[in-house]
């Protein structure tokens, strides 16, 4: 265990330099992870552009909870895709995110091991979200029940 220092918020090169690279974020994204996750976080942002870190990331949460995924794997979702535990999640973060319930989603149609890992949450699913599917492209991109892809909740607020 190391004191945090102060330049924590390079976040990627200190956490690798101390060995800690399995908590660094992807960067192998697909060109439809890209388009599906940016525009989301785009709309999202401009939404809860407003509020404090904390409220938008509360909104950021409540949003990941339309997931339809149970809170526990939520909650593991979140700490793996946040490994700095940022109040609000940045892009990369937001994505991370993103990825992994597109993963924990094809999990929990499967109906069998990995469906019920997925439901219990816990360490051996953050492990498995840290070790394995962090790194890889989820098979489908996530849905999140009716939120709009490309919204015009934000442009309508503008022109309210």
């Known amino acids: 265990s190391m004191p945090h ?12 330099a ?7 974020l992807p960067r192998n ?3 439809e992870e890209l ?5 989301l976080f785009e709309d999202f942002r401009e939404i809860s552009v407003s509020e404090g870190a904390d409220a938008s990331g ?3 949460f409540e949003f990941l909870s339309k997931s339809g995924l149970p809170q526990c794997a939520l909650n593991e979702i ?20 993103c990825r992994l319930v597109g993963h924990c989603q094809a999990m929990l149609s499967q109906q069998n091991e990995d469906s019920r890992r997925v439901r219990r949450g816990g360490g051996a699913l953050r492990s498995d979200l840290r070790d394995q599917h962090l790194r890889d492209p989820s098979p489908v ?6 939120f709009p892809v490309r919204s015009a909740v934000a442009t309508d607020l503008a022109s309210a």
Do not use: M
């Open 58 to 60: 509360l909104r950021q």
């Open 78 to 97: 979140w700490q793996v895709a946040n490994p700095d535990l940022k109040p609000r999640l940045g892009l990369e973060e937001f994505q991370s995110c």
């Open 18 to 24: 101390a060995g800690f690279s399995a908590t660094n």
């Open 141 to 146: 991109l996530p849905k999140f029940g009716d």
């Open 5 to 16: 220092e102060s330049g924590r918020a390079e976040g990627e090169s200190s956490r690798a």
């Open 29 to 31: 994204w697909t060109s």
């Open 35 to 39: 388009a599906c996750y940016s525009q």
